[in-house]
């Protein structure tokens, strides 16, 4: 177990913290990627529900 710890401690002091510029450029790629996942998933929903209405003549909702 001290054997493990040591062992974090030393990763630790050995890792570099990143600059304010790498850090914001990351952020803006996983920031991008979620956007364009989401805007992908939107779209296939979307059709989805245009077939969905186009083969039952209805919109799904009751009332």
Do not use: P
Not at 8 to 24: G, H, M, P, V
Not at 36 to 41: C, K, P, Q, R
Request: aromatic share 4%; no cysteine.
């Amino acid at each position: 177990m001290e054997r493990k710890i040591g062992e974090i401690i030393q990763t630790l002091r050995l890792a570099k913290k990143t600059s304010k510029e790498d850090y914001n450029q990351h952020l803006r790629l996983v920031a991008l990627g979620l956007g364009a996942v989401g805007g992908i998933a939107f779209v296939i929903k979307l059709i989805s529900e245009f077939i969905t209405i186009g083969l039952t003549g209805q919109s799904g909702q009751t009332g």
